[in-house]
């Protein structure tokens, strides 16, 4: 991540509580609800993760108290014994827990309601943090919560949400933010923007930039996130007139088109896969894929878009080499001559899927994900993809290798796939 500007305040801090953050096990909440409070204009002064020992909370918030003004915590708010977000929190603020009768009516209703038994460990979801106010969850058991200390200029806030990105997701966007905004982010006025590019490197796509991201002046705010074959790029403009900072992004968001246009796919909250669907249905085509070392990831990630069946027919997953000719097709002669991850495969893999779909367009993938199984002439993270089109002649056929472990090289790959999609739908009148 890269960024033109170092915040001036700790403002808002971000604990996401959870040993299992600690070991690798889970990502936490921190990387949503950085994005959304730097769109709002606060600013994030630190993101922690803490495992789930109430002494650990307790120092942690204690310390996000002294440097900010508000703290956001997510996670051991559920029923179980390591869920001890409520204690720690309260020993921070030096206040004690109240049983609330009304709240556990309130998630009696909702378990029965699912059919659901209830553990007398339920009952300590219904505790508060006292002058706490509750936050309704819709989607879970555990209500979040709202506590305000200190007064005047000293005033200080502190939010408990449970740990499920759903539950947490809703009650942050709902209830959270808003309040944030009311709280720290009164008189600020705040634009921006933020657009998705693939088919280009972090590195490549912050040299295009460059006439942009070096622009230092205050109230500008640059980010470039990658990961796994895309790039974020955001720009957010703060200052005290509204018309000038729509003015400078709009200058800005032409800039930027102007030198990253041709790998840029969306914006927002847009993805890759969604995309890739809008031009299929723009131009009336309908797509199928066969997959060997991705085993499913990119039938998965392009059914992700609500309505995608208008366009996907499905697709082929052929794993071994004996599926791979009896299911699929794919010829004896390839497979021993050539290899199942080799460009031939692969062309063979993409026109078989479209034929025997009967759709407009057949996409592969065929490699080598590791650890295992590489060789010299074709290390681990080899990937070979097909694209065929409208017409047997219209086959084409990449190759590319994708340094990461196993799970890193079968997302890079269906990134990879579906840019390669985006871009022929793009640039040729047949495919």
Request: aromatic letters at 6%; glycine letters at 12%.
């Amino acid at each position: 991540m890269n960024s033109n500007r170092k915040a001036e305040t700790a403002r808002v801090e971000i604990l996401c509580v959870g040993t299992e953050l600690l070991s690798g096990r889970a990502d936490g909440d921190g990387p949503y609800i950085a994005k959304k409070l730097r769109a709002a204009g606060l600013v994030v002064g630190k993101a922690s993760q803490v495992p789930d020992d109430d002494a650990e909370i307790s120092r942690a918030l204690g310390e996000a108290l002294s440097r900010s003004e508000a703290a956001v915590v997510c996670g051991g708010l559920g029923p179980t014994f390591d869920d001890v977000t409520r204690e720690g929190a309260a020993r921070a603020l030096k206040r004690g827990l109240q049983f609330r009768p009304e709240l556990f009516r309130e998630i009696e209703r909702k378990l029965r309601r699912h059919g659901a038994a209830i553990p007398a460990s339920n009952r300590r979801q219904a505790y508060l943090i006292e002058g706490a106010t509750p936050l309704p969850n819709t989607h879970g058991s555990a209500p979040g919560q709202r506590v305000i200390v200190g007064r005047g200029k000293g005033e200080k806030t502190v939010y408990l949400l449970p740990g499920p990105p759903r539950e947490m997701s809703l009650i942050f966007d709902r209830q959270v933010l808003p309040d944030l905004k009311r709280r720290l982010a009164r008189g600020r006025h705040v634009e921006g923007f933020s657009l998705h590019l693939s088919g280009v490197a972090e590195s490549e796509a912050e040299e295009l930039l460059q006439p942009i991201v070096s622009q230092k002046s205050p109230g500008l705010d640059f980010t470039m996130l990658a990961s796994d074959g895309e790039v974020e790029f955001h720009a957010l403009i703060e200052g005290p007139n509204p018309s000038k900072n729509r003015a400078l992004k709009s200058h800005l968001l032409r800039r930027t088109k102007a030198l990253v246009g041709p790998h840029i796919f969306g914006a927002g909250e847009d993805s890759l896969e969604n995309a890739v669907g809008r031009r299929l249905l723009r131009r009336g085509f309908t797509l199928a894929v066969a997959e060997s070392c991705t085993a499913g990831m990119l039938a998965s990630r392009i059914t992700r878009v609500p309505g995608s069946s208008r366009y996907f027919l499905g697709g082929y997953l052929v794993y071994s080499n004996d599926l791979k000719r009896r299911l699929l097709g794919v010829k004896s002669g390839t497979l021993r001559g050539r290899g199942a991850v080799s460009a031939e495969c692969a062309a063979e893999m993409a026109r078989l899927a479209r034929r025997r779909c009967r759709s407009s367009l057949g996409l592969s993938i065929t490699g080598i994900a590791g650890p295992g199984g590489g060789t010299p002439g074709k290390p681990v993270g080899t990937v070979f993809f097909g694209l065929s089109g409208p017409h047997d002649s219209r086959t084409e056929v990449f190759e590319r290798w994708f340094s990461g472990d196993r799970e890193t090289v079968r997302r890079r790959a269906c990134a990879f796939a579906l840019h390669q999609l985006l871009r022929a739908l793009r640039q040729s009148a047949e495919v």
